[in-house]
């Protein structure tokens, strides 16, 4: 059973950056597919980045591609989300989550492809 806890969210300006963190334990950290999301206000949690077990894969929804990095460092059973050039519509709950390493039945982009979940990290975008 894989424990995901985020950080490095908070308050930042329009046109800003930040790097979240997402530290894993519990498990074997390079046999997880790992990925982030988010989820607004009376919005649906939405897929924004992931990785390959590797590292050598990675995908991006297209709202953030260009501005977002997804990396791991499996030294640090860490994934990392560095966001650049932050808009108010970026404004969200965080999720960092973990799937199988191989997944036949469901897209890296969606939900369901993810056992596990962290508790999410709130970010702000200011205008």
């Known amino acids: 059973q894989v424990q995901l806890a985020e950080s490095g969210g908070g308050l930042v300006q329009a046109g800003g950056s930040l790097r979240l963190s997402c530290a894993a334990s519990?498990?074997?950290?390079?046999?997880?597919?790992m990925a982030w999301f988010r989820q607004a206000p009376g919005k649906e949690r939405e897929f924004v980045a992931a990785?390959?077990?590797?590292?050598?894969?990675?995908y991006y929804a297209d709202s953030v591609k260009g501005r977002a990095t997804i990396s791991r460092d499996t030294a640090k059973n860490t994934v990392y989300l560095q966001m650049n050039s932050l808009k108010p519509e970026d404004a969200s709950v965080y999720y960092c989550?973990?799937?199988?390493?191989?997944?036949?039945?469901?897209?890296?982009?969606?939900?369901?492809?993810?056992?596990?979940w962290g508790q999410g990290t709130q970010v702000t975008v200011s205008s």
């Open positions: 990785i390959s077990w590797s590292g050598t894969r990675t």
């Open positions: 989550a973990a799937g199988p390493r191989d997944d036949v039945y469901y897209a890296y982009y969606t939900t369901r492809r993810y056992n596990y």
């Open positions: 519990g498990g074997t950290f390079s046999s997880y597919f």
